[in-house]
């Protein structure tokens, strides 16, 4: 899709990606601002879900994020996507609010965020 090649292309997104036994296993596209990164996509193959490589990647990229001073991370799951909210809310990602019409201007998207560094003492 034309939004994932434009976020590849921005200069600020970083594109990170797993491998197991030399074969790709997923994979993030970041964009990282000045205090807020958004998580444009992550995707882990099928057969390697619930393997924690979606953790290590999230993982990582929020160690990036946190050494580059960046407090907050956002992003956007499909409402319908029960499994992919789960995984986010276990790694501490909250509700922020929701997209009607986000995707294919059909389905709805739910906003989620996660805090990095307390803001009160930074």
């Not at 997104?13 to 074969?23: E, K, P, S, W």
């Not at 099928?46 to 490589?53: A, D």
């Not at 029960?82 to 909250?94: D, I, K, N, V």
Request: with cysteine; aromatic share 8%.
């Amino acid at each position: 899709p034309a939004r994932v090649r434009r976020a590849i292309a921005h200069a600020e997104t970083v594109v990170l990606v797993a491998t197991f036994r030399g074969d790709i296993a997923g994979f993030a596209i970041m964009r990282f601002g000045d205090l807020e990164a958004h998580l444009h996509l992550l995707a882990v193959e099928p057969r390697r879900r619930r393997s924690g490589i979606g953790r290590a990647m999230i993982e990582w990229l929020e160690k990036s994020c946190d050494t580059a001073g960046i407090r907050q991370i956002r992003l956007e799951v499909r409402a319908r996507n029960e499994a992919a909210r789960h995984f986010y809310r276990s790694l501490g990602y909250r509700h922020l609010g929701q997209i009607p019409g986000y995707y294919d201007r059909s389905e709805t998207a739910v906003l989620l965020g996660k805090r990095l560094i307390n803001t009160d003492l930074a």
